[in-house]
């Protein structure tokens, strides 16, 4: 879909796209991103179904779902390759391509090319795209906390997405948004927020480095991690919180129209919401849940530079409950 240029002056599909397809069950190639796809996440929209997150650090073989804590897979058939405007896979199964089933396929662009990164205490490889303010961040832990690691985006990011590659148990996907400071949400889980200083300490990212403490979910000794880090860009995203009303119209200013919303209760428990503009805000995925989508609503409508709250639902809107959110136009 495309959504015109942002308010920033840039075009929103040169960084982030979405794509529903139909998978065939053989050998498929999804097309018409306007770039390489460096953060790939895909979700079967039919049925109760692992969440697939792939990256081109890691390579495309190389899988993690969001729903659970299970270390990384690999699998040569599941995404095969990252294509110039899309991706190819080479199965019939039905978390990426099963014949006649209907998925959405959400992208990132991170730029070019990974290089070393000496910012932190860690060194770290990072491929980074400051114009979009994504980068995805690899590195291994020491043990150690208070240990820093440099993410390549010259500006603080707002949401920090962490992973062990490694570990299972315990391997936690640890997220800091910026709304929340050092408490830590888990992707995997519904738990409101949590406050153990051995995830992100009470030290706040910088325009180059991250801090993490020694917990096996953000700094293990010897696990290598996968770091996914967004900053602010005017007229393309935005990260912050709102307070629920009980009532149905809140609206959220972003001075963009939002194709992909991202939405968690985080004062107590509460499953986290995507939504997103191809799928409508009437059909909602949990990325710490398997399941089908959840339909009904429409919980969220996408407005020209906002997306207002059509429900009271408690996980949207609400009243005095604290919700975050990440958008991208």
């Known amino acids: 879909m495309f959504l015109g240029v942002g308010a920033g002056g840039i075009n929103p599909r040169d960084y982030f796209d979405t794509k529903l397809y139909t998978g065939n069950g053989s050998t498929q190639s999804i097309t018409g991103l306007g770039f390489s796809p460096d953060l790939l996440w895909i979700k079967n929209r039919a049925a109760s179904v692992n969440h697939q997150l792939h990256d081109t650090i890691r390579g495309a073989s190389k899988g993690f779902n969001s729903n659970n804590n299970n270390a990384e897979y690999t699998d040569v058939d599941a995404v095969t390759s990252f294509d110039a405007n899309g991706w190819s896979m080479d199965n019939n199964y039905n978390s990426h391509n099963q014949s006649t089933v209907s998925y959405v396929g959400w992208a990132w662009n991170a730029g070019g090319s990974t290089v070393s990164n000496t910012d932190g205490s860690i060194t770290s490889s990072v491929r980074a795209n400051t114009d979009a303010g994504f980068s995805i961040v690899s590195y291994t832990g020491n043990g150690t906390a208070g ?38 949400l888990l992707l995997d889980l519904a738990n409101q927020q949590g406050t153990n200083t051995g995830v992100w300490t009470s030290t706040s990212p910088t325009s180059s480095v991250f801090s993490v403490g020694s917990s096996w979910a953000v700094n293990n000794s010897t696990d290598v ?3 996914y880090c967004w900053s602010e860009v005017a007229g393309f995203s935005k990260f912050g919180s709102y307070t629920g009303s009980g009532v149905s119209g809140k609206e959220i200013t972003l001075g963009f129209r939002p194709s992909f919303v991202l939405i968690k209760r985080y004062n107590t428990s509460g499953y986290w919401n995507i939504v997103d503009s191809e799928r409508g805000g009437g059909e909602a995925l949990h990325p710490n849940l398997a399941n089908a989508p959840s339909t009904g609503g429409p919980w969220v409508t996408f407005n020209n530079d906002s997306f207002t709250l059509t429900t009271t639902g408690d996980g949207y809107n609400d009243s005095l409950d604290t919700f975050m959110y990440a958008a991208w136009a």
């Open 147 to 184: 240990e820093t690691v440099g993410h390549g985006l010259n500006a603080a990011p707002d949401l920090i997405i962490v992973k062990n590659r490694d570990k299972g148990t315990e391997g936690y996907w640890a997220v800091r948004h910026s709304s929340v400071g050092s408490a830590y």
């Open 225 to 227: 991690y996968m770091a």
